[in-house]
C-alpha cells in the first residue's frame, strides 16, 4: 500500500493557483510538478469562492450572493406563511360577523 504524502502548503497551493490565473493550463502544471489536475483546479475554485467570485463558467453563486438567497428564501417562506395565517383569520372573522354564511365554500 503507498504511503501518503504530506498536504501541499498553503503557499505551494497560491502559487498553483496564481499559475492558472496566469494563463497556465492545469494539465500542464500537473505533468511539471506532482498534484494531479483535478487538485490544481480544486484549489482554483476554491479560492475562487472564498473570494466571493464566481466560477468561470456562471454557474455558482459567490458566498454573498448564497447567503442572501438563503435569507430571502428564508423571508419569502415567512411571508407566505403570514399571509396564510391572516387569510384564514378574515375568513373566520367574516364568518362570525355574519358577512359570509356559515357554510360557504371559502376557507
Not at 490544481?40 to 475562487?48: E, K, L
Not at 438563503?70 to 387569510?87: M, W
Request: glycine share 10%; charged share 30%; no cysteine.
Amino acid at each position: 500500500m503507498p504511503g501518503t504524502r504530506a498536504p501541499y502548503s498553503p503557499e505551494f497551493r497560491r502559487q498553483m493557483v496564481d499559475l492558472v490565473r496566469g494563463g497556465r493550463d492545469p494539465a500542464d502544471l500537473a505533468r511539471e510538478f506532482e498534484p494531479t489536475a483535478q487538485s490544481i483546479s480544486h484549489w482554483v475554485a476554491q479560492v475562487g469562492g472564498q473570494e466571493g467570485r464566481r466560477k468561470e463558467k456562471g454557474a455558482g453563486l459567490a458566498a454573498a450572493e448564497r447567503d442572501e438567497l438563503a435569507r430571502l428564501r428564508r423571508e419569502n417562506k415567512q411571508l407566505r406563511l403570514e399571509r396564510d395565517i391572516l387569510s384564514r383569520a378574515a375568513a373566520w372573522f367574516a364568518r362570525e360577523t355574519g358577512a359570509i354564511p356559515p357554510g360557504s365554500s371559502s376557507s
